[in-house]
C-alpha cells in the first residue's frame, strides 16, 4: 500500500511537467487521464483500513533540506523585489531559525509518513475534488486572455499544488510538514498573482507576509519541540505530551488559524479573489485552508482541557463574527470567502474537543463543506464568464436565464444550511455535542450560544442573496448555451453531495428516518420545481397591490460599522494570543 | 391515536384560530366571526378559480405546509426537538422562497422580513431544546413529555419562550413580517384563491406547533397543560390587543438580547445546579 501513497505524492509533480509542454489537445486529455488516475488511487488507499507507514531515505531528506533553503530565499527575493519589507523579514526570520533547527538533532524517532484514517479522508477530498476542479479550470482558462505556455503553467500549478497537498496530509515528521506547509504558500503566492496585474501582485504579497508568521510558528515549534520532547514528529510529541509544556502545540495552533484565514488573518484569504475563480474555488474547498482544521484534528489528542476550551471559544467566535461581517458584502465571491472562513473556524473548534465523535463530525464538515464550496465557487465563475455577472445588485431574475445555474448555487447553498444534506448534519451533531458537554463544564454554554448565533446568520446569509436569484419575470431572455464541461463538473459535485447522503445515512448521526423524510421533502420539491406543469391553471402577472412602477429588487444588506469591524479584530487578536500564551506557562 | 392526531392537526389549528379571532373580537368590545370562520373562508376560496403567478411560487407554498405538517407530526409522534426544530426551519425557508419567487415588492419584503425573523427565533427555540437536553440528558420529545412538568427550572427560557411566540403567530408587536397594513401581508400578497388557502392553513399548524413546544413545559401534567395554553393564549392575545407594532430591527434588537440573556443565564443555572 505505501507505494501507493508515494504515487499520490509524486506523481502530481510528474502531471505538472507534463501538462507544461503539451498542445492544447494533448494537455486536456491527459489531465483527464491524469485525475482519474488521482481519484482511482486515493479511493484504492481510502479502502483499505491498516495504517501505512513509511520512511524516507537520506537522499531525499537532503533534497527537503535545499528546497528549504531554495524555497525561503525565493521569499526573500519577492520580497526584496518589490521592496516589501514584512516578506523579507519574516522569510529571513524563518532562514535564522530554520539554521538554528539544523544545529540541534532529536533521538526519539518516528515515521515521516503516516496514513491513518484523517488523512485518508483528508486525501479523497484533496484528490476528488480537486480533480473536479483541475477538470473545470481546463476550460475557464481557455476563456482567459493568456498565452498558451501561461495557461498550461495554470494548469501545472494546480496539479503541483495537488501533490504538495498530499505529502502535508500524510507526513508526520513537523520538519516536512514546515516544507509542505510553505510550498502551498508558495503555490497560493503564485496562483494570486496569476494575472500579474498591480490588484493582483499586492493581494498575492499579503498572502505571502500572512501565511510566513505560519511558517515561524511551525518553526518555533519545531525548536520548543525539540527542547521540551527531544522529537520532531507528530505521533511522538502526541504521545509523550507533558500538562505543562504545551509551547509546541499551542504555536501550531497559531499555524493553523493563520492557514485557515480566521478573522485576525483573513484579508489574506479575501484578497485571493482578484485571481481566475477555479483559484478561489480549489484554494476554499480542497487544499489550502482545509489544512487548518486537519491540523488541529492532528493535535487534539495533545490539549490540555483548556487550551481545547480556549480553541473552542476563539474558533466559534471566528464562526459567528465571520458570518456577521459577510452580511454586508455584495460581491459573489466575497459571500462566499467570508462563509468559509466561518465554517472553517467552526471545523476547528468541533476538532478542538479530540473524541471520536467530534473527529467524525469534523471530517463530515469538512468533506462536504469542500464539496458545496466547489460547487458555488464554480457557479461563481460560470456567472463571471458567461453571463458577466460579479455582484449581487447585477444579478436580477437570474432563474428566467438559466434555470440550471440557479439551481446548482439553492443546492450549494442548501447543502451549507439544511437538511438532510452532510454539512447540516455536522452543525446538527455538533449542537449536540456541546449541549451534552455544558454539564461537565458550563464555559460550553459560550460556543454553544456563538454556534446558534453564527449558524442564523449564515441561513440569513445564504436566503437572502437568492432575494434577486429566484424572481422571475416575463421578459425573454436570449439563450446563452453554459459550455459542457462546466455543467459536467458541476454534476459531478451535486451528485457527490447526494452519495453524502447516503454516507451520514451509514454514520447514524441522525436517525435514518429524520434523513429519509428530509431527503424526500428535498427531492419533491426538487421534481415539482422542474417536473411539474401546472397547465390547467390561468396564469397572471404579479398583483404588487396594483403598482405600474416598474420594480427594482434589491437584496438587504447588513454593514458593519467600523468601530466595531475593529473590535472583532481585536478581540480574535487577543483570543488567539491568549491561545499561545496559554502554551507558554 | 397519532395519526389521527397529526391528520387533523390543521383542523385543530383552525378551531384555535377562530376561537382567537372571538375572543380578540371580544377584547375589543366587538361580537366577532363565528368560531368557524375559518372552515367557512376555506371552503369559499376553495371553490374560487385558481389563479398562479408562476409554478415557483406554488411549489414552494405546497412544500412548506407539507414540511410544516410534518413538523408538528414529528411532535406528536415524540421525535427528535433539534431535528423537529430544523424541519421547521426547512419548512420556513420554503415560505421565504416562496415569496421571492414572484416579481412583486410586498411580497419580497415580506419574505426579507420573514427571514429576519427567523434570525430572531430560532437561537431561542434551539436553547428551548437545550435547556430541556439538559435535564433530561435527551433531545426526544417523548422522554421530555414523560417527565413531570419542569418549568419551573426553565422559567426564565419559558419567558424567551414568550418572546417567540407572537413572531411566530404574527402577532403584534412582532408582526412585522405580516404587517397587512404596511405590506399588505407580505408573503401572502400574491397568493389568491385555493393557493391562498394552502398558506391559510399553514398558518393554522403554525398555531398547533408553537403551542405543542408550549405544551412541552407542563411534562406529563394535564392541568399543567391546560393551565398553561389558556393562559399563554390569553397573555398573547392581550398583548396583541394593546400594542403596537414595532420595526423589524427592533424585533431583532430585543430578542438577540434579551431573549438569548434569559436563555443563558436560565441553562448556567441548570448547567451549575445538575
Known amino acids: 500500500m505505501s507505494e501507493y501513497v508515494l504515487m499520490l505524492i509524486f506523481l502530481p509533480l510528474i502531471f505538472a511537467v507534463t501538462v507544461l509542454f503539451n498542445s492544447l489537445r494533448i494537455r486536456n486529455i491527459a489531465t483527464y487521464l491524469f485525475v482519474s488516475f488521482l481519484v482511482i488511487i486515493s479511493l484504492k488507499l481510502f479502502f483499505t483500513t491498516e495504517i501505512i507507514e513509511l520512511n524516507f531515505n537520506h537522499l531525499v531528506h537532503l533534497v527537503f533540506l535545499v528546497l528549504d533553503f531554495i524555497l525561503l530565499g525565493y521569499f526573500v527575493y519577492q520580497g526584496v523585489k518589490y521592496k516589501d519589507k514584512l516578506i523579507s523579514l519574516f522569510a529571513i526570520v524563518q532562514i535564522a531559525l530554520f539554521i538554528v533547527f539544523l544545529q540541534f538533532s532529536s533521538t526519539i524517532l518516528s515515521n515521516d509518513i503516516v496514513v491513518d484514517r484523517i488523512s485518508r479522508v483528508m486525501l479523497l477530498v484533496i484528490n476528488i475534488i480537486g480533480g473536479v476542479i483541475i477538470l473545470y479550470s481546463l476550460k475557464y482558462i481557455q476563456s482567459e486572455e493568456f498565452k498558451a505556455c501561461k495557461k498550461n503553467l495554470f494548469i501545472s500549478i494546480l496539479f503541483f499544488f495537488i501533490g504538495v497537498m498530499n505529502l502535508i496530509v500524510t507526513t508526520n515528521n513537523i520538519e516536512i510538514f514546515f516544507l509542505a506547509f510553505e510550498f502551498t504558500t508558495l503555490c497560493s503566492y503564485i ?232 454539512a447540516f448534519i455536522g452543525k446538527f451533531a455538533s449542537i449536540e455535542l456541546i449541549a451534552s458537554l455544558i454539564n461537565t463544564n458550563i464555559f460550553y454554554i459560550l460556543p454553544l450560544v456563538f454556534i446558534l448565533i453564527g449558524s442564523v446568520f449564515l441561513t440569513l446569509l445564504y436566503f437572502k442573496v437568492l432575494t434577486k436569484l429566484i424572481a422571475q419575470d416575463n421578459k425573454v431572455y436570449e439563450k446563452i448555451s453554459i459550455d459542457l464541461t462546466y455543467i459536467v463538473t458541476s454534476f459531478i459535485l451535486v451528485g457527490l453531495l447526494c452519495f453524502g447522503i447516503y454516507v451520514s445515512y451509514l454514520y447514524n448521526f441522525m436517525t435514518h428516518l429524520e434523513i429519509l423524510l428530509a431527503t424526500v421533502l428535498i427531492l419533491t420539491t426538487f421534481v415539482m420545481l422542474f417536473f411539474v406543469n401546472f397547465k390547467n391553471i390561468k396564469k397572471v402577472s404579479a398583483y404588487n397591490c396594483g403598482e405600474k412602477d416598474t420594480i427594482k429588487l434589491s437584496a438587504y444588506y447588513f454593514e458593519v460599522s467600523d468601530k466595531y469591524k475593529e473590535l472583532i479584530f481585536y478581540i480574535s487578536l487577543f483570543l488567539i494570543g491568549l491561545i499561545v500564551y496559554m502554551g507558554m506557562i | 391515536m397519532e395519526y389521527l392526531q397529526i391528520l387533523f392537526a390543521p383542523i385543530f389549528g383552525g378551531l384555535i384560530y377562530g376561537v382567537e379571532r372571538v375572543v380578540r373580537a371580544r377584547m375589543q368590545n366587538r361580537i366577532g366571526p363565528p368560531i368557524l370562520q375559518p372552515f367557512y373562508d376555506m371552503y369559499k376560496l376553495f371553490g374560487k378559480e385558481p389563479f398562479m403567478v408562476n409554478n415557483y411560487h406554488i411549489v414552494f407554498a405546497l412544500m412548506h405546509l407539507l414540511t410544516l405538517w410534518i413538523a408538528v407530526g414529528l411532535i406528536i409522534l415524540g421525535e427528535n426537538f433539534l431535528y423537529v426544530i430544523f424541519i421547521h426551519l426547512l419548512s420556513s425557508i420554503f415560505l421565504v422562497l416562496a415569496g421571492y419567487s414572484v416579481n412583486s415588492t410586498y411580497s419580497h419584503i415580506g419574505s426579507n422580513r420573514e427571514l429576519l425573523s427567523i434570525v430572531a427565533y430560532e437561537p431561542i427555540l434551539i436553547l428551548v431544546a437545550v435547556g430541556f437536553y439538559i435535564l433530561n440528558s435527551s433531545f426526544d420529545i417523548d422522554i421530555i413529555r414523560a417527565h413531570s412538568s419542569q418549568i419551573s427550572l426553565l422559567f426564565l427560557l419559558f419567558l424567551a419562550f414568550l418572546l417567540v411566540i407572537p413572531i411566530k403567530l404574527k402577532k403584534s408587536p412582532f408582526d412585522a413580517a405580516e404587517a397587512h397594513q404596511e405590506i399588505v401581508g407580505g408573503i401572502e400578497v400574491e397568493f389568491s384563491g385555493v393557493f391562498f388557502e394552502i398558506v391559510y392553513m399553514a398558518k393554522w399548524i403554525e398555531y398547533i406547533f408553537i403551542y405543542s413546544i408550549l405544551l412541552l413545559f407542563a411534562g406529563d401534567s394535564f392541568l399543567y397543560g391546560s393551565l398553561l395554553f389558556f393562559g399563554v393564549f390569553l397573555i398573547v392575545n392581550l398583548v396583541d390587543n394593546s400594542t403596537a407594532r414595532i420595526k423589524i430591527e427592533n424585533l431583532l434588537q430585543i430578542t438577540l438580547t434579551l431573549g438569548l440573556l434569559l436563555g443563558i443565564v436560565n441553562l448556567v443555572f441548570i448547567g451549575i445546579g445538575v
Open chain 1, 191 to 422: 496562483l494570486i498573482r496569476f494575472r500579474n496585474d498591480e490588484l493582483s501582485i499586492q493581494n498575492a504579497r499579503k498572502a505571502l507576509w500572512m501565511n510566513q508568521i505560519g511558517g515561524i510558528a511551525i518553526l518555533l515549534s519545531l525548536l520548543s519541540g525539540i527542547y521540551y520532547y527531544d522529537t520532531i514528529y507528530f505521533d511522538t510529541l502526541i504521545q509523550n505530551i507533558n500538562g505543562l509544556f504545551l509551547l509546541p502545540i499551542s504555536l501550531l495552533v497559531l499555524a493553523a488559524f493563520v492557514k485557515g484565514a480566521s478573522i485576525p488573518f483573513d484579508k489574506w484569504l479575501l484578497g485571493a479573489m482578484v485571481a481566475p475563480t477555479p483559484v478561489s474555488a480549489i484554494l476554499h474547498s480542497a487544499t489550502m485552508v482545509k489544512i487548518a482544521p486537519y491540523l488541529i484534528l492532528k493535535i487534539a489528542p495533545a490539549f490540555s482541557p483548556t487550551i481545547s476550551l480556549a480553541v473552542m471559544i476563539f474558533g466559534t467566535f471566528v464562526f459567528m463574527t465571520a458570518s456577521l461581517l459577510a452580511l454586508g458584502k455584495d460581491f459573489f465571491k466575497e459571500i462566499l470567502g467570508l462563509s468559509t472562513i466561518a465554517l472553517l473556524a467552526l471545523m476547528m473548534s468541533i476538532a478542538a474537543l479530540g473524541t471520536p465523535e467530534a473527529i467524525n463530525i469534523c471530517l463530515i464538515l469538512i468533506v462536504f463543506h469542500a464539496i458545496s464550496k466547489a460547487l458555488l465557487f464554480l457557479q461563481a465563475g460560470v456567472l463571471e464568464k458567461v453571463y458577466h455577472l460579479k455582484y449581487l445588485q447585477d444579478i436580477d431574475y437570474l432563474v428566467s436565464r438559466s434555470k440550471l445555474i440557479v439551481f446548482f448555487i439553492v443546492i450549494g447553498f442548501a447543502s451549507l444550511t439544511l437538511p438532510p444534506f452532510g
